[in-house]
């Protein structure tokens, strides 16, 4: 069939097979696109026979990053995420290199999509340097991302705050390690946005009574751990610190399928009536 000039034949597979195939294929612990493929192809191509081009799957994935964008939003709003009156904020190194190849690196070249382009970060984590991006993430009490900006990783993680408070509603407790920590800021959060930013004071501060309505209580380390188990299963399970990318254009649309594919399995859990962080055993094949 010949196309009329300037314009393109739509792609085989549909958009939601390819959403689909994705979705699922990062659930299931595809660390690559190209791994994704091949096991998906592998094993479901007869339910999607469109599947047939690698690079044209991974091309339509990405021109879907948006899309995909627009769906986490709907499952927040599906589980009042925004309004969800207690949420807790981190940040998590998203490396792209490694700091020794950064000068002699062939990705990243082009124009980003941000306004700063990669930079060297420091994971405190694993007490080291690293090459890449930051990757901001607000969730509720029970795991749901609200919010996962993509940011510099040059900086303090208090450079970070204020992209992390975007769209929440008052009135909210949000928990914070001593990062995000920042008196006369939480103070302006209180009586302006009734936002109560509660983080833990440096080893040098004293707790005066100026101060106490900013400490982060005793129940307070309940919810850093949780944030540290979503921060895990983003690691591990979606291998959000391993993505093999070679612009911004797909390391955007990666991310957001990972943090979408988290939160569609938070969103079945609860459905179910299953601990919504209990990803083992909800697909079973």
């Not at 097979?17 to 994705?22: A, F, G, K, W």
């Not at 294929?25 to 469109?50: C, I, N, V």
């Amino acid at each position: 069939m010949v196309h009329p000039v300037g314009l393109v034949s739509p792609p085989a597979l549909s958009d939601s097979e390819c959403l689909t195939v994705e979705v699922v294929g990062h659930f299931l612990g595809a660390s690559t696109q190209k791994q994704l493929y091949e096991q998906m192809h592998d094993r479901w191509g007869a339910w999607f026979p469109a599947l047939r081009d690698r690079v044209a799957f991974g091309r339509q994935c990405a021109n879907l990053w948006q899309v995909k964008a627009w769906m986490h939003r709907h499952i927040v709003h599906l589980l009042s995420g925004d309004h969800a009156p207690l949420q807790v904020i981190d940040t998590l190194p998203v490396p792209i290199c490694n700091v020794q190849q950064r000068f002699q690196r062939r990705i990243f070249r082009t124009d980003s999509v941000w306004d700063s382009p990669p930079t060297k970060g420091y994971c405190a984590a694993k007490d080291e340097a690293y090459f890449g991006f930051k990757g901001g993430l607000r969730i509720t009490d029970y795991g749901l991302i609200v919010q996962a900006p993509l940011l510099q990783a040059y900086g303090h993680d208090s450079t970070c705050r204020e992209a992390l408070l975007v769209g929440l509603h008052a009135p909210t407790q949000v928990v914070g390690d001593a990062a995000f920590l920042d008196l006369d800021r939480q103070q302006e959060l209180k009586e302006r946005a009734q936002i109560h930013l509660l983080t833990p004071l440096k080893s040098n501060m004293q707790p005066t009574p100026a101060r106490k309505p900013f400490i982060a209580p005793r129940w307070a380390h309940r919810l850093r751990r949780l944030i540290e188990t979503v921060y895990a299963q983003l690691v591990q399970r979606f291998h959000i610190q391993t993505m093999k990318v070679r612009d911004a254009w797909h390391l955007q649309s990666l991310w957001t399928t990972k943090i979408l594919t988290h939160s569609i399995g938070v969103w079945l859990n609860i459905r179910l009536n299953r601990k919504p962080l209990d990803f083992d055993g909800l697909v079973e094949f």
